[in-house]
């Protein structure tokens, strides 16, 4: 690699996963780019098991690595303590339940050296913790040359980098220039507790809209492979409709927050998703269908849930609609 490339921030964002966090730090060890190329940053979200004992140990083989902790709940809380303690131009951000491949984040750094790119990701893979259901199959969706299972942050769109929709760039591999992520007024609210679930926003995707939209590019990179952890009971009807009722939350908080000329082009991707559950549910088989179902009803209650919200909160509606929440943990 050429030493003029950026370096790189690796930024890990954790709260009470220590064994998975463990794994993770443990694919950092390997990698291609050199450790003195890119530094680690992990970003306890209030943890109370043993993380800060995790970080401890890690930093023996990982000598690049920092820790930061943050008490306000909230994943945009800790990706932007991490984005604030960041030396590097390139941000590299990943959950605590991934394992890199060894060429994780030196393809980062070379897909950053396009001035061009503004946000960039690569394949997301899945890691099952158990032999899946077979109905697992039936919610992977044909897109953009590739398949993307949304449910799981799971994105394979093939062997060559290209410029991709920034709809295709998960969180749980996710890269940007911290000038950009700035500049735009950071991310958007993601994965806060279930009791403060009202404050949902559309996470990494509302930053990726901004800089895609000021011209610069999003970029795919398949040799920054990360393998996402599916738990056993991530592999359940129950879990797969309260992950659509988040979704259906986010959906509401865009709708709400683009609005005029956006908010016809959001319902009409809401119908649309709408449609395909429908038809999915009359083609697959029995199994399928139950958790087709369940993700469809998940998603319409969290939409309406969201509504209500509004509705009944008044001060909901700023909090959608700020332009920034750089300074804001909660609400």
């Not at 009202?198 to 999003?218: F, N, Q």
């Not at 509401?252 to 429908?278: E, I």
């Not at 998940?298 to 909090?319: I, K, N, T, V």
Request: proline share 5%.
């Amino acid at each position: 690699m050429s030493r003029s490339l950026p370096a790189v921030s690796v930024v890990l964002p954790t709260r009470n996963r220590a064994a998975l966090l463990t794994r993770t730090l443990d694919s950092l060890v390997q990698q291609t780019l050199p450790a003195e190329r890119f530094e680690i940053i992990v970003v306890d979200n209030g943890s109370t098991d043993g993380t800060a004992g995790v970080v401890e140990s890690a930093a023996v083989r990982l000598p690049q690595l920092r820790y930061l902790r943050t008490e306000q709940p909230g994943l945009h809380v800790a990706r932007h303590a991490g984005l604030r303690a960041a030396r590097s131009e390139v941000l590299l951000f990943g959950d605590d339940d991934i394992r890199a491949a060894t060429t994780w984040v030196e393809a980062i750094v070379d897909c950053f050296s396009d001035r061009r790119v503004g946000v960039a990701g690569g394949r997301c893979l899945p890691d099952f913790e158990t032999t899946p259901p077979a109905w697992i199959d039936s919610l992977w969706t044909a897109m953009d040359g590739g398949k993307v299972l949304g449910a799981y942050s799971l994105v394979d769109l093939g062997d060559s980098r290209r410029e991709v929709a920034h709809t295709l760039l998960y969180g749980c591999n996710y890269a940007v220039r911290r000038s950009l992520a700035l500049e735009f007024g950071g991310f958007h609210p993601d994965s806060l507790p279930e009791s403060l679930w009202r404050l949902r926003g559309d996470g990494e995707t509302g930053l990726s809209r901004k800089i895609v939209g000021s011209g610069h590019t999003a970029m795919y990179e398949p040799a920054a492979t990360v393998h996402h952890f599916v738990s056993r009971e991530r592999m359940s009807p129950g879990y797969l409709e309260r992950r659509a009722f988040a979704q259906g939350i986010s959906d509401s908080y865009a709708v709400l927050r683009y609005g005029g000329p956006m908010a016809p082009r959001y319902l009409s991707a809401l119908r649309a998703r709408a449609l395909a559950t429908w038809r999915a549910s009359r083609l697959a088989d029995e199994e399928a269908r139950r958790v087709l179902h369940a993700q469809a009803r998940g998603y319409w209650e969290g939409l309406r849930f969201h509504r209500r919200q509004l509705r009944q909160d008044p001060s909901l509606h700023a909090w959608v609609t700020q332009t920034t929440y750089l300074d804001h943990g909660s609400h």
